[in-house]
């Protein structure tokens, strides 16, 4: 496979696309785009977002100690591309966006009712990266769509539909068909393996 050099720069990892839901000292609320998330510890429960020191969104987490991230469907990528242009210190993306806020169970940041999946973060720490801090939260609730749930315990992932983000190039893409199943598939390869 014949490879070019790109340096480095912020390339294409696909990312999830989130909408991350805050509140203000006096209780106003703001939502905004972000695809430098991921969760990265499971005991305890953590996830983590990577937020420029300038945005509004930094602010309030900051302030108020929590913040919610709604994992965001393929048809909302209109109004979550929104929600990352604009910044909430001069447009109440709520109001322009039509997204609707509701009351979360474990902190006072709103989940966003058109997403299917809603993770209820308080403020553990942040680590400093320049221009960015990333901010870890502890996972303390998680509201999941209840049709993307079988009558088998089974999940089903298109009913989240997730959008996912292509940093590099600008562009959103939906999730293609079922490739595998992890901690399953590499098992064909025990065969191969030399020792214990
Ligand atoms: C697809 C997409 C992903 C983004 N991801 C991030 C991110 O992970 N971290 C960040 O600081 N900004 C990110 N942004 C930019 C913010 O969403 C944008 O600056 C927004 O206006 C900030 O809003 P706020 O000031 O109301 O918090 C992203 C924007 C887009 C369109």
């Known amino acids: 496979m014949q490879k070019r050099q790109l340096g480095p720069c912020v390339t294409f990892f696909p990312q999830p696309t989130t909408l991350v839901s805050t509140v203000g ?24 977002v990577s ?6 969104t930094y602010e309030q987490i900051r302030d108020t100690g929590c913040f919610v991230v709604n ?22 993306k709520l109001a322009v966006s039509g997204l609707t806020p509701v009351k979360a169970s474990r902190v006072a940041a709103p989940l966003i009712a058109e997403c299917p999946l809603n993770v209820e973060c308080r403020l553990l720490r942040e680590v400093e990266l320049g221009e960015y801090a990333l901010v ?49 598939d590499g098992k064909r390869f025990y065969a191969g393996e030399q020792g214990p």
């Open 136 to 184: 870890l939260g502890e996972i303390l609730e998680i509201h999941a769509v209840e049709a993307a749930f079988g009558e088998d315990g089974g999940i089903d992932a298109g009913v989240f539909d997730p959008l996912v983000y292509l940093g590099g190039i600008r562009e959103y893409w939906s999730l293609g068909d079922l490739a595998g199943i992890a901690y399953r």
């Open 71 to 92: 994992m965001v469907p393929a048809k909302l990528a209109g109004e979550a591309d929104y929600c990352g242009l604009r910044s909430g210190r001069d447009r109440d």
């Open 25 to 48: 000292i006096g209780g106003a609320f703001d939502v905004m785009t972000a695809s430098w998330v991921s969760i990265v510890s499971k005991t305890p429960p953590t996830l983590t």
């Open 51 to 56: 937020l420029n020191r300038g945005r509004l």
